[in-house]
């Protein structure tokens, strides 16, 4: 079983920029598909951001597409979401997970590890 720690999170102007981090335990979260989602108030959780296993394969909401980069580190089992041109819409906790599988997917379901999340609030 993998543990995920979030960190990062804060409070910034729109226009701001934050990294988020996503620190892994476990020798496993190398191997799959790692990402990002998002829950606002009253929403559902939704995706933003996938890698693959090796991070040479990613894939992004069309909100965030542009302004958000999704990255990876194996060797410090740690995964990344660069966040830029931040909007008041981008307020939500953030959380990684990670995907039991190889294949890029969006579906929360697919993803059984989850960490705790981290707050991000863009103000306007």
């Known amino acids: 079983q993998v543990q995920l720690v979030e960190s990062g999170g804060g409070l910034v102007q729109a226009g701001g920029s934050l990294r988020l981090s996503c620190a892994a335990s476990g020798r496993t979260f190398s191997s799959y598909v790692m990402g990002w989602f998002r829950q606002a108030p009253g929403k559902e959780r939704e995706f933003v951001a996938a890698i693959s296993w090796n991070g040479g394969s990613t894939y992004y909401a069309e909100s965030v597409k542009g302004r958000f980069t999704i990255s990876r580190d194996n060797a410090k089992n740690t995964g990344y979401l660069q966040m830029m041109s931040l909007k008041p819409e981008d307020t939500a906790v953030y959380y990684c997970?990670?995907?039991?599988?190889?294949?890029?997917?969006?579906?929360?379901?697919?993803?059984?590890?989850w960490g705790q999340g981290t707050q991000v609030t863009v103000s306007s």
């Open positions: 997970a990670r995907s039991d599988y190889r294949t890029l997917s969006t579906m929360k379901e697919d993803f059984h590890s």
